[in-house]
């Protein structure tokens, strides 16, 4: 069984970027605000990709405000094909598959996007998708995102 929900998400793509220009030191709060283009995207995958952003946003120490949290996080759903423009010289544009969850990290108080990624090909097929694979690749992207939150030290590093 668990050879098959791999082989499941194995043909998603997850990849991330981050601007190395900025630090993601002194962010403490976040708010989750969902992209006006996913309509007609199904309501209960955009609770579970909500949810798995808040538990993995959680277990880094951040503390989610409704409103005006240090980052932003915003995640869209794009149901066509489309490249990937990166505005860095340094990351080449990307082709991604119909059906890609993008999400955004933007620092408020610098107004710019700090950290992106990406699972190419998660909504590919029409038919429904099992939950334990939307929180998967949700979950692989995030795991991706380098930073916690500032003062935030992690259990294991508190009990050293």
């Known amino acids: 069984m668990v050879a098959l929900a791999s082989c499941t998400t194995s043909k998603v793509r997850v990849d991330t970027t981050l601007d190395e220009r900025v630090s993601l030191a002194y962010n403490r709060t976040y708010s989750i605000l969902k992209s006006s283009g996913l309509q007609g995207f199904d309501e209960e995958n955009q609770q579970i990709i909500v949810d798995e ?3 993995q946003m959680r277990a880094r120490g951040y503390t989610y405000q409704e409103e005006k ?3 932003s996080v915003i995640f869209s759903v794009y149901t066509d094909a ?3 423009k990166q505005t860095d010289p340094n990351y ?3 082709k991604l ?3 890609t969850l993008l999400i955004h990290l933007v620092d408020e108080a610098l107004n710019r996007s700090v950290w992106m990624g990406y699972a190419s090909g998660l909504f590919e097929k029409t038919e429904a998708l099992p939950e334990s694979q ?3 690749a949700t979950r692989r992207i995030m795991d991706q995102y380098p930073a916690t939150a500032y003062g935030y030290l992690p ?4 009990k050293q």
């Open 53 to 55: 952003i808040e538990t």
């Open 69 to 71: 949290g240090d980052l």
């Open 82 to 84: 489309f490249r990937l």
């Open 92 to 94: 080449a544009a990307s």
């Open 97 to 99: 598959k119909k059906g």
């Open 134 to 136: 939307v929180r998967s």
């Open 155 to 158: 259990m294991k590093m508190a």
